[in-house]
């Protein structure tokens, strides 16, 4: 396991515990529940407080199977390192809360998942400059950056409507202005993409989504690529600025975001997403084919009316995402035909679940519009492309022929 150094994804995550003893052999790293560690020199208890020495100190901050869910994160996207949160968006709000002051401007991706969106509104209204763009083109992201911009923060595949950001160009206009690129992978997955190829500084991950799949644990991530010069974001403070600038930014976000807001992932939660890590590659591959046969054949059938997924020549993005993903990702959307009541056509499905989520083992459907984008209201909504009728897709990893089966017939009803 030491000497070859590039395995396949699945081969590394699968044997990265074991690149470190694991306690009594054990093949899994044990879930570690002990919130506080004890040290029988009090010196080296003083030298890990200073950071002179590494260990552990209080779970709020790290724990030793926290730290190895993280390692494997880091592998996974090919990064530096990593922490963990209890969930995806205490992750996003951990940059917001470490890396951003007031006076500071922040463009983001107007294609946005919804209560990411809702945090930008908070930030806002506690002083942060806030503009939101389409993503799809670099000009629209260019046209508003300032001197105090900060960050720039898109998701590779928006949600429900598919959108790609124009990842590459967006990447190298940032690194040529020296500003912080954060990436929502959660939707690609680093199985699919790699958010460091197009030069992110952080790359966000909501664990709960692919990563684990079952739909049994929430958690979060964020990966530092290594690539972002830490030693020329002003917002770092004099205390973070004696560490090495390459730890300079997660060592803030540790202390600020994870330690003094709280909301750590628990042992038994890093487990759980740990196990279900193991098989990303098997079901995403499952899950890719599975809706790209599922959207071939709804955009071929006279009764619906629009379908949104990379895979089909008809996306706007289509060509990028060949590009630049192995596959085009688990999630679709469709408008139907006016004649066929989306919530009549839900209800006729007998697979697909009514649930919010996504990136389940299960197939998942929500009309979008009438549940998570709702609060925000119409008119942005109107900007986001969301129709009343939008179903979102979240596809599983069922048997291909019985979905597809499942989705014709509720149309034939
Ligand atoms: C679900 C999701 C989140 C939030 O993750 P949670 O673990 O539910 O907090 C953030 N970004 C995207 C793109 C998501 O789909």
């Known amino acids: 396991m030491n000497d ?13 515990d074991r690149q470190k003893d694991i306690e009594h052999g054990s093949v899994h790293k044990p879930v570690h529940t002990s919130v506080l560690f004890g040290y029988k020199d009090a010196r080296d208890l003083a030298q890990v407080f200073q950071g002179k020495q590494s260990g552990y100190r209080y779970g709020r901050q790290g724990n030793p199977t926290v730290a190895a869910l993280e390692d494997k994160i880091t592998k996974m996207e090919g990064g530096a390192s990593t922490i ?33 969106n809702s945090l930008w509104q908070t930030a806002k209204s506690q002083g942060i400059e806030l503009s939101l763009v389409d993503a799809t083109d670099v000009a629209n992201v260019e046209a508003v950056l300032t001197p105090a911009t900060r960050l720039v923060f898109v998701e590779t595949i928006a949600n429900p409507r598919t959108q790609i950001a124009d990842l590459k160009r967006i990447g190298a206009l940032c690194r040529e202005r020296g500003i912080l690129f954060v990436v929502d992978n959660t939707m690609a997955s680093p199985y699919l993409f790699q958010p460091k190829s197009v030069h992110a500084g952080l790359v966000i991950n909501s664990l709960t989504k692919s990563i684990a799949g ?25 205390n973070f600025r004696k560490q090495a600038s390459a730890q300079q930014g997660m060592a803030q976000i540790r202390a600020k975001g ?8 628990s042992p038994d939660a890093a487990h759980q997403i740990a196990v279900g890590a193991e098989t990303l590659a098997l079901r995403m591959e499952r899950e890719c084919a599975n809706a790209l046969a599922l959207a071939q054949m709804l955009e071929a059938d006279p009764r619906v009316a629009a379908v949104y997924y990379p895979g089909l020549p008809s996306h706007p993005q289509h060509k990028l995402a060949t590009d630049l993903f192995r596959a085009y990702g688990a999630l679709l959307s469709l408008e139907l035909k006016p004649e066929i009541d989306c919530f009549d056509y839900l209800n006729r499905l007998k697979l697909a679940i009514n649930a919010t989520h996504l990136g389940d083992t299960r197939t998942l459907v929500i009309p979008v519009a009438h549940t998570i984008f709702f609060e925000m209201g119409a008119i942005q909504r109107a900007e986001m492309g969301i129709a009343d009728s939008l179903i979102r897709i979240s596809v599983g990893i069922e048997d291909t022929q019985d979905l597809l089966s499942d989705f014709a017939a509720a149309l034939s009803a």
Do not use: C, E
């Not at 396949?8 to 044997?15: E, N, P, V």
């Not at 963990?84 to 998942?113: E, Y």
């Not at 994870?258 to 992932?265: C, E």
């Open 4 to 16: 070859k150094t590039s395995y396949g994804f699945t081969t590394t995550i699968l044997h990265s």
């Open 84 to 116: 963990t949160f209890a969930t995806g968006m205490a992750a996003i709000g951990a940059v917001f809360q470490a890396l951003l002051r007031q006076g500071d401007h922040v463009v983001s991706s107007r294609f946005l998942f919804g209560n990411t």
């Open 214 to 238: 079952h739909g049994n644990v929430l958690g979060g991530a964020i990966t530092d690529t290594g690539l972002f010069d830490w030693s020329a974001y002003p917002n770092i403070a004099d």
């Open 258 to 265: 994870l330690r003094d807001f709280g909301a750590t992932l």
